[in-house]
């Protein structure tokens, strides 16, 4: 009988019965079986994980399942570290100081197995868009973007993955609305291409586009006489569904973003974090795939930033869908999770890595 041990890189069983098997590269058959437990349903405090090689970040990510008893062949001191901590049983062929990896060395000092769940799950996506054009949501390669006859940006390339939470940060006029309008398709690029889900933009008529939701910091008139319920409708406004299938969706759009209460209430009547809340509930309504934000916590205070991007990000794991967020307000954010980009000198500078 073959060795299973030698066939894959990570196998979880219950009492020598397999329950999942991967043979994939780096993190991401902990990944995998991340979502299939998620999926499954399935307990895990009485199984045996074997994992071929295990650093800091594959520690972590074991911790995070709640697995107590694990197997290697090669395993790294941080990772001891980590094992330790947690009281997690472990055997292992070799014990080596690290693991050249760079992921390791980026939770050298992370703590916290839902940190580094979502600093290695943002990885992924990034590192997935740019192998696979079908992991790709926008494609941004040697832009040149104007604002009226003025070249704002020039040169700038973007790739973002599906799935992927984005914060793109800059000074007041650096032209990250001008960059997000780009994206829209409203405003044309003066060189280089634009693409969204595979689409090249450029065209009004561009249905990719329409699979786009964009919240800005005030979406509606607070003057005008609308209902929450009314500014959510306006998603589906224009949907040839049904419509009872328009109704489905505006009540699945407030009840994921906690505003359902809200309906009845006139729009400008409520508070800032309110707003945004019944926003993202309009995007919601239209089923997108992207969500770009533009400025939207401009108008909350410290703890209504904090809840709205703790739904931002909860509606990203829940949907995969891709978030884009715009804004020069960016101090006492918890970036954990998302990939910094940066407007300075009319190009866009990467953060060298994801921030924890």
């Known amino acids: 009988m073959a060795d299973l041990s030698r066939a894959v890189v990570l196998r979880l069983t219950r009492e020598e019965k397999e329950l ?5 590269p780096w993190l991401y058959p902990l990944l995998d079986l991340t979502e299939h437990l998620a999926r499954t349903r399935e307990t895990v405090g009485d199984c045996t994980l074997y994992d ?20 290697t062949d090669v395993l790294s001191s941080r990772a001891v570290s980590v094992f330790d901590t947690f009281h997690v049983s472990y055997s292992a062929t070799s014990i080596v100081e690290r693991i050249d990896c760079r992921t ?13 769940y979502r600093i290695v799950r943002a990885r992924s996506l990034a590192a997935q868009a740019s192998a696979s054009p079908e992991r790709q ?11 009226g006859e003025n070249t704002v940006l020039r040169g700038v390339s973007i790739t973002i993955g599906r799935g992927e939470r984005i914060l793109i940060t800059g000074a007041n006029g650096a032209g990250k609305t001008t960059l997000m309008k780009a994206v829209l398709g409203i405003v044309p690029v ?13 065209k009004r008529t561009n249905r990719r586009t329409t699979r786009i939701g964009y919240v800005n910091q005030e979406s509606v008139r607070v003057d005008f006489p609308i209902s929450a319920y009314e500014v959510v409708a306006i ?11 328009k109704r489905r969706r505006i009540r699945d759009a407030m009840e994921a973003t906690r505003c359902g209460t809200l309906s009845r209430r006139l729009y400008g009547t409520l508070s800032g974090g309110e707003k945004q809340r019944v926003a993202i509930a309009r995007c919601l309504s239209q089923n997108p795939e992207i969500v770009l934000l533009d400025e939207p916590t401009a108008s909350l ?20 869908i891709t978030v884009v967020l715009v804004t020069h307000e960016f101090d006492g954010m918890d970036r954990t999770g998302w990939r910094h980009l940066i407007l300075t000198d009319g190009t866009i500078v990467p953060e060298e890595e994801i921030s924890a």
Request: glycine residues 8%; aromatic residues 2%.
């Open 20 to 24: 999942f098997s991967s043979n994939k």
């Open 52 to 71: 071929k090689i295990i650093g800091r970040a594959a520690a972590l990510l074991i911790v995070r399942l709640g697995i107590r008893t694990v197997q």
């Open 104 to 116: 390791e060395d980026i939770l050298a000092d992370v703590s916290d197995p839902e940190a580094a």
């Open 137 to 147: 949501a926008v494609v941004i390669e040697n832009a040149d973007i104007k604002r």
């Open 190 to 202: 003066a060189g280089g291409s634009v693409s969204v889900l595979g689409a090249p933009v450029g």
């Open 235 to 245: 998603g589906v406004a224009t949907a040839r569904i049904s419509r009872d299938e």
């Open 301 to 320: 205070d410290a703890e209504g930033k904090k809840e709205f991007i703790a739904l931002l990000e909860q509606l990203s794991a829940m949907t995969e």
